[in-house]
């Protein structure tokens, strides 16, 4: 388990990728505004994470429930 609640953020490349794939290509975030969001998108993956661990636990114990969770990011418009 962590010791401090720092260390449970994600590295600065991870940020980097989301800020990447969220934005525009022309946006930029400066290193400040990267600061800013990463505590907020751990605590998003944290959530995620764990929502889907108990939505498997619940309702399927295989790896299909997983993927089946997963696809749906890549059926999004």
């Not at 751990?42 to 997963?70: D, G, I, M, P, Q």
């Amino acid at each position: 388990m962590a010791e401090r609640p720092e260390d449970l953020n994600l590295p600065g490349a991870v940020i980097t990728w989301i800020i990447k794939e969220a934005l525009l290509d022309e946006v930029n975030i400066s290193k400040e505004g990267q600061s800013e969001i990463s505590p907020s998108a751990s605590v998003f993956v944290l959530y995620a994470t764990s929502y889907l661990h108990n939505y498997n636990e619940r309702e399927e114990k295989n790896a299909e429930c997983w993927r089946r969770c997963l696809s749906h990011e890549e059926n999004r418009v």
